[in-house]
């Protein structure tokens, strides 16, 4: 009998184990780091206060951008770095009442919500608590039904859901009215099967049902609502105390009226009630808070050492803002001075990417439901952002933001960051400089193994002599331009002329000189 309870007692102990959540895999920290790395800076220390001798330029194109659009109002913001240094607002948040839109009036941002949902699964997978490798069936079992178009395709996965690669159709305005929508609706659509427009990680298409899917998932993980979750894990810590899910919980006077142009007057539309669809597009917020937010992620940029203040790592920011998924390429873009500038256009985690023809960088995202337009841009390079939101339907935020950003640029003449120059970039410099016109016996241990027989010694000596003779009598070396800590470009400016020299460095301990371009430069 003994045994018998022994035997028992072991059966049920291994049972309790098997039971538990399995523990995961969190994502591994760095241990050592270079003592060579400085972080790149802005060099205009004054770049605010430039902004600011032009925001009346702002203000000009959004107030017209209103009056051609029939926005009932527009508010509107400009953060720098770590603050919002300047906000504005035209029109009213509630023609009824007569109430003027302001910083702190309170705006559905719709889809503006899914970088947040993205957040708040990066939290988890930081955690420990996922990885979005995982299927999504993993965590909504009712997914594991689902029929997928071929045989040869894979399951859904979480990092589909986040990039819009999931395979479902592109669903707006669809997915908008889907807002109020309980849990029971959203699994009941599930479990009733979907329809696919591609297999899983095939192409992008915009999917609202896929980030709502996303917020089932972050209840089910953390046993929390999503909107519990995602106000007490991001919103809290970041203080914005002004934005929620939903309106009737917040001060009727300071929550806007969304309104259509319909036979040339607005007309309220129904504000529609927070529901299981509330993590694709659900969040109201205030110009105030979500700047706290686009600071938030501007700050994640540049990569550097130093203690973390946030919800998440600056890394996980900075992945949310990578081109994941490509969106298309827009060839015949223009910006708002008539120059053809095409793009490439991509999806982070719940943020848009794109480059123009510049190389500048954009992130953003907009949003619009029935009542609301919004949208943010971010350029993490130049350390600024710009949002705007309105209380009209699908209103086009977009354009008057791109007109606001491109004209803050040239006027107050923003530049990217400076890449400090790394010990050993400067060192190569040196040497490099001593070599180019002689090319002595000793200067081999300067190059890699791949250097001269990639074209000999004599052939190196000979095309740089030549070059040097055109620019004359040397009169100065520039300082070296890196592009990271082991790349960079200067210039020997001669009496006639001037050359420029960029190097590569290879990845060794000690790094080699593995790639050189001397030419003739027209300044």
Same mark, same amino acid.
């Given at each position: 009998?003994?045994?018998?309870? +022994?035997?028992?007692?072991?059966?049920?102990?291994?049972?309790?184990?098997?039971?538990?959540?399995?523990?995961?895999?969190?994502?591994?920290? @760095?241990?050592?780091?270079?003592?060579?790395?400085?972080?790149?800076?802005?060099?205009?220390?004054?770049?605010?206060? #430039?902004?600011? #001798?032009?925001?009346?330029?702002?203000?000009?194109?959004?107030?017209?951008?209103?009056?051609?659009?029939?926005?009932?109002? @527009?508010?509107?913001?400009?953060?720098?770095?770590?603050?919002?240094?300047?906000?504005?607002?035209?029109?009213?948040?509630?023609?009824? #009442?007569? @109430?003027?839109?302001?910083?702190?009036?309170?705006?559905?941002?719709?889809?503006?919500?899914?970088?947040?949902?993205?957040?708040?699964?990066?939290?988890?997978?930081?955690?420990?608590?996922?990885?979005?490798?995982?299927?999504?069936?993993?965590?909504?079992?009712?997914? !594991?039904?689902?029929?997928?178009?071929?045989?040869? *395709?894979?399951? &859904? +996965?979480?990092?589909?859901?986040?990039?819009?690669?999931?395979?479902?159709?592109?669903?707006?305005?669809?997915?908008?009215?889907?807002?109020?929508?309980?849990?029971?609706?959203?699994?009941?659509?599930?479990?009733? *099967?979907?329809?696919?427009?591609?297999?899983?990680?095939?192409?992008?298409?915009?999917?609202?049902? *896929?980030?709502?899917?996303?917020?089932?998932?972050?209840?089910?993980? $953390?046993?929390?609502?999503?909107?519990?979750?995602?106000?007490?894990? &991001?919103?809290?810590?970041?203080?914005? !105390?002004?934005?929620?899910?939903?309106?009737?919980?917040?001060?009727?006077?300071?929550?806007?009226?969304?309104?259509?142009? /319909?036979?040339?007057?607005?007309?309220?539309?129904?504000?529609? !009630?927070?529901?299981?669809?509330?993590?694709?597009? *659900?969040?109201?917020?205030?110009?105030?808070?979500?700047?706290?937010?686009?600071?938030?992620?501007?700050?994640?940029?540049?990569?550097?050492?130093?203690?973390?203040?946030?919800?998440?790592?600056?890394?996980?920011?900075?992945?949310?803002?990578?081109?994941?998924?490509?969106?298309?390429?827009?060839?015949?873009?223009?910006?708002?001075?008539?120059?053809?500038?095409?793009?490439?256009? $991509?999806?982070?985690?719940?943020?848009?990417?794109?480059?123009?023809?510049?190389?500048?960088?954009?992130?953003?995202? $907009?949003?619009?439901?029935?009542?609301?337009?919004?949208?943010?841009?971010?350029?993490?390079?130049?350390?600024?952002?710009?949002?705007?939101?309105?209380?009209?339907?699908?209103?086009?935020?977009?354009?008057?933001?791109?007109?606001?950003?491109?004209?803050?640029?040239?006027?107050?003449?923003?530049?990217?960051?400076?890449?400090?120059?790394?010990?050993?970039?400067?060192?190569?410099?040196?040497?490099?400089?001593?070599?180019?016109?002689?090319?002595?016996?000793?200067?081999?241990?300067?190059?890699?193994?791949?250097?001269?027989?990639?074209?000999?010694?004599?052939?190196? !000596?000979?095309? +740089?002599?030549?070059?040097?003779?055109?620019?004359? +009598?040397?009169?100065?070396?520039? $300082?070296?331009?890196? /592009?990271?800590?082991?790349?960079?470009?200067?210039?020997?400016?001669?009496?006639?002329?001037?050359? /420029?020299?960029?190097?590569?460095?290879?990845? /060794?301990? #000690?790094?080699? &000189?593995?790639?050189?371009?001397?030419?003739?430069?027209?300044?």
């Amino acid at each position: 009998m003994k045994n018998i309870c +022994t035997i028992c007692l072991i059966g049920i102990i291994i049972l309790v184990i098997a039971c538990q959540p399995k523990a995961r895999r969190v994502e591994n920290k @760095i241990e050592t780091i270079s003592n060579d790395y400085l972080t790149p800076y802005f060099e205009d220390t004054a770049r605010a206060n #430039k902004i600011l #001798k032009y925001v009346s330029v702002a203000d000009s194109i959004f107030a017209r951008s209103a009056r051609a659009n029939h926005n009932p109002s @527009i508010a509107y913001g400009i953060v720098v770095d770590d603050k919002l240094i300047y906000s504005n607002a035209v029109g009213f948040s509630n023609f009824e #009442k007569k @109430i003027k839109t302001d910083n702190k009036s309170r705006f559905r941002i719709a889809s503006m919500t899914k970088s947040f949902t993205a957040m708040a699964i990066l939290k988890l997978r930081d955690e420990g608590k996922l990885q979005i490798s995982d299927a999504a069936a993993q965590y909504i079992p009712e997914m !594991k039904a689902l029929q997928y178009p071929t045989s040869d *395709g894979k399951p &859904i +996965t979480i990092f589909n859901l986040l990039t819009m690669s999931a395979g479902f159709p592109e669903d707006n305005p669809w997915g908008d009215r889907q807002l109020s929508d309980s849990d029971e609706d959203l699994m009941t659509l599930v479990k009733s *099967g979907i329809s696919f427009s591609n297999n899983p990680g095939v192409d992008f298409e915009y999917s609202n049902l *896929g980030y709502a899917l996303l917020g089932r998932i972050i209840a089910n993980v $953390s046993g929390k609502s999503y909107q519990q979750y995602v106000t007490e894990n &991001i919103l809290s810590p970041l203080g914005m !105390k002004d934005c929620g899910y939903e309106y009737t919980k917040m001060p009727s006077d300071q929550v806007a009226v969304g309104y259509r142009w /319909e036979d040339q007057q607005w007309k309220a539309e129904e504000l529609l !009630k927070d529901g299981s669809y509330a993590s694709m597009g *659900g969040m109201i917020c205030t110009i105030d808070d979500f700047a706290k937010y686009m600071s938030f992620l501007l700050l994640a940029t540049p990569p550097r050492n130093g203690i973390e203040i946030g919800p998440i790592s600056r890394s996980s920011v900075r992945e949310m803002q990578q081109p994941w998924k490509f969106r298309g390429l827009a060839a015949n873009r223009r910006i708002h001075n008539g120059e053809l500038c095409p793009a490439t256009g $991509s999806y982070g985690f719940g943020l848009g990417w794109r480059q123009d023809c510049h190389g500048t960088i954009t992130v953003s995202h $907009s949003g619009g439901l029935p009542g609301f337009g919004s949208v943010h841009q971010l350029l993490p390079e130049l350390g600024i952002g710009v949002l705007a939101f309105s209380n009209l339907t699908y209103a086009n935020m977009g354009s008057p933001v791109s007109q606001v950003v491109d004209t803050l640029i040239v006027l107050a003449d923003l530049k990217k960051r400076v890449f400090p120059v790394s010990s050993v970039l400067k060192s190569k410099q040196e040497q490099l400089t001593k070599v180019l016109p002689t090319w002595n016996a000793d200067c081999d241990s300067l190059f890699a193994e791949n250097f001269f027989p990639d074209k000999s010694k004599e052939r190196w !000596k000979n095309e +740089t002599t030549a070059l040097l003779q055109q620019i004359g +009598t040397i009169k100065n070396v520039s $300082s070296i331009h890196p /592009e990271n800590l082991l790349r960079g470009t200067f210039t020997i400016t001669g009496e006639k002329g001037a050359i /420029e020299v960029f190097f590569t460095l290879t990845p /060794e301990t #000690k790094p080699l &000189i593995q790639e050189l371009v001397v030419l003739i430069t027209n300044q």
